[in-house]
């Protein structure tokens, strides 16, 4: 269900604007902190996952994290950046 979240949130979106966790944990969970701050670190989770297998992209200051296994601090959530067609 939190990976379902996330990808509707993410393509929802235009192009090149994020989602922040707290957003997908707000939608899960509800208004109240206290109902959705548990969904945060299971969030975090997921979305690694998500981006090694390449459906979404972990943003912090704007730039894809080099490595999800490995960042930390507040982070936003995107579509996975597809290469220009060069034909």
């Given at each position: 269900?939190?990976?379902?979240?996330?990808?509707?949130?993410?393509?929802?979106?235009?192009?090149?604007?994020?989602?922040?966790?707290?957003?997908?944990?707000?939608?899960?969970?509800?208004?109240?902190?206290?109902?959705?701050?548990?969904?945060?670190?299971?969030?975090?989770?997921?979305?690694?996952?998500?981006?090694?297998?390449?459906?979404?992209?972990?943003l912090r200051k704007g730039?894809?994290?080099?490595?999800?296994?490995?960042?930390?601090?507040?982070?936003?959530?995107?579509?996975?950046?597809?290469?220009?067609?060069?034909?």
């Amino acid at each position: 269900m939190i990976a379902e979240t996330i990808l509707r949130l993410v393509t929802a979106r235009d192009a090149g604007k994020t989602v922040c966790p707290s957003e997908v944990a707000r939608e899960l969970g509800g208004p109240q902190p206290e109902e959705w701050s548990p969904l945060m670190q299971p969030i975090r989770r997921i979305a690694v996952r998500m981006t090694k297998a390449g459906e979404v992209a972990i943003l912090r200051k704007g730039k894809p994290v080099e490595d999800p296994d490995d960042f930390r601090g507040i982070y936003r959530l995107g579509a996975v950046a597809t290469a220009p067609d060069e034909t």
